[in-house]
């Protein structure tokens, strides 16, 4: 599969470099992340081309933007809670 985010924003390069999330689904309803294996895990790609079994599936990060609620599958550490939480105010949740 092809995944493309041309534009990230600071938080989602980080949490990309930190966790390897990556966005694997947009639309106007929700934002949908989940953590890929690729060679350079410390650059930011504009889109990236990965094998189904390269994409935690069973980790996914799913921000709505109707109910302004995140659903994560998961473990994440104080830092990523907070990079979760700014990623939500980018998106202007309440």
Known sequence: MKYINENPT????????????????????????????????YVYPSSVEVENDMV???HVILFDIFTE????HGNYDSIGITLIHERMKELNFN
Do not use: C, M
């Open 10 to 41: 600071k938080t989602e390069k980080i949490l990309f470099e930190r966790y390897g999330l990556y966005l694997i689904y947009k639309d106007e309803d929700s934002y949908r992340y989940a953590p890929i294996h690729i060679e350079n895990q």
């Open 56 to 58: 935690e599936w069973e």
């Open 69 to 72: 609620t995140v659903t994560i």
